[in-house]
């Protein structure tokens, strides 16, 4: 189920005359997560496989990685509307953390908790949270009110009164402040450590068959298109005053997930281009043995695209598409040699190899 907020023919993006104010423009904690994003591997499978679900559930429109916290989920894109869901994610361990070892400090160093509420310190961000999640693999050991429950989530409210006491005391003392614990969430994930990969696949492939039974889809692709742009987003650093350019620099949205969805459910258009794409390419006079690795490389490129992709994406289309204007006559070998080596440095510099760059322009030249 997809936010009114975020459907329709225009792009939440387009120019409306006045920008919005981003919600989330305030220092952040740190932004060395973002440098080093390649280390957090289940991190990003965990931050697409909730966001799946979660738009599925019509609780979630955007996504953000290494954004204030791990894993940053805005319900809405409209700047006004959207609140946030802010989740810290730890991979690994085997014992369960105990309310001791969430508070526990280290010299001068925050503890876990002290750390996750410091990132909504600001109050015009708290104000927009509305849950604060621990999300940790090895699980939870803690006291509760009603004994005899494993709970998937735990709340701050269901904490048996004096552990809730002992982790309210003690970090009011180190953040020198009362802080919001009721948004406080302690969560053990469904999502295996070993095989992320593979449920991340997997859950797409069971919303592709909800949506289209009989139709059978690259889930495969669709979760490599993905994760690469999520990784590639959460590697940026800046900030960015304007909520627009934060949507789209930073975040991974539900029209782009629809997108991709809504292409593969109805994949005519796509195989049509394909066997457009396959004629054109021994018409051109690559050998047979070329021929499936060009395809590979134009379904890449067509699912990149679709529902305008990244940003680099639609600078890398509009510089393939002016650059063939200027060709007069039918495309040929020669021809199609000499725009591939006299591609603009965006081009060369994203479609890293020859073989890309050729795909590239053989669609976008079938597309005009």
Known sequence: MRDLKSTGSQSPLAPSGAKSP?????????????????????????A???????????EASIVFVELHED????TSLDAEETSFIFCQVKAGGKSGYSS????????????????????????????????????????????????????????FSELEEKTATVIRESLQTELNASVPLEKLHFREPSLDTRSTR????????????????????NSTQIYVVLTDELRRKGEIAWDYSDWDQLVMRKGLTADRVEALFAQYSS????????????????????LTRDVKRLRERARTYLLNTLAGGALVQVQVRDSIREHLSTLEAVLCRQTLDSLVNTCAPVVTEHLRDRESRAAAYIIEYLRS
């Open 22 to 46: 981003n919600p989330l423009f305030s220092p952040q904690r740190e932004t060395a997560g973002a440098v080093t994003a390649d280390r957090f591997s289940y991190q990003y499978d965990w």
């Open 48 to 58: 697409l496989h909730e966001f799946l679900e979660l738009h599925h559930r019509g």
């Open 71 to 74: 894993v940053v989920f805005g």
């Open 100 to 155: 001791q070892a969430l508070i526990k400090r280290s010299g001068a160093k925050n503890s876990i908790l002290g750390k996750m509420l410091s990132s909504i310190a600001a109050k015009d961000i708290a104000e927009r949270v509305q849950k604060l999640g621990l999300v940790a693999t090895r699980g939870f050991s803690l006291k509760l009110k009603t004994s005899g429950f494993r709970l998937e989530e735990i709340p």
């Open 198 to 217: 593979h449920a991340v696949i997997g859950l797409i492939s069971d919303l592709l068959t909800e949506r289209n039974p009989n139709q059978h889809s």
């Open 267 to 286: 994949t005519a258009s796509t195989d049509e281009l394909i066997n457009d794409f396959d004629s054109q390419v021994r018409e051109l006079g690559f």
